[in-house]
Nanobody, 125 residues
């Protein structure tokens, strides 16, 4: 089970940190990802992190502004979002992929096995 939190309303240029707490499995076996879905748009990849946290990948639209990290001792993955823009407004979802290797990451939503319920982020201009 994945529980996302940390969303809210922020002004453009501001920051938020999203958290996703996992339960019911061995967290370190999963690569983790963040996706988002804006109103009227398809879900899109944001960031992913490998099981051991060394390997990460980002969507071009968030590179340099967002940072994904994880704490396997706390069964939690984070998304630090800085320099927020109105176009970042969306519902953000975390997802878990039972990865075959420790450095594996993917931006393909179909690869993820479990999804959280989403947390809403609104960026005002």
């Amino acid at each position: 089970q994945l529980q996302a939190s940390g969303g809210g309303l922020v002004q453009a240029g501001g920051s938020l940190r999203l958290s996703c707490a996992a339960s019911g499995g061995t967290f370190s076996r999963y690569a983790m990802g963040w996706f988002r879905q804006a109103p009227g748009k398809e879900r899109e990849f944001v960031a992913a992190i490998a099981r051991v946290g060394v390997s990460t990948r980002y969507a071009d639209s968030v590179k340099g502004r967002f940072t994904i990290s994880r704490d396997n001792a706390k069964n939690t993955v984070y998304l630090q979002m800085n320099g927020l823009k109105p176009e970042d407004t969306a519902v953000y979802f975390c997802a878990a992929d039972e990865a075959s290797t420790s450095l594996y990451t993917t931006q393909s939503s179909g690869r993820y096995d479990y999804w959280g319920q989403g947390t809403e982020v609104t960026v005002s201009s």
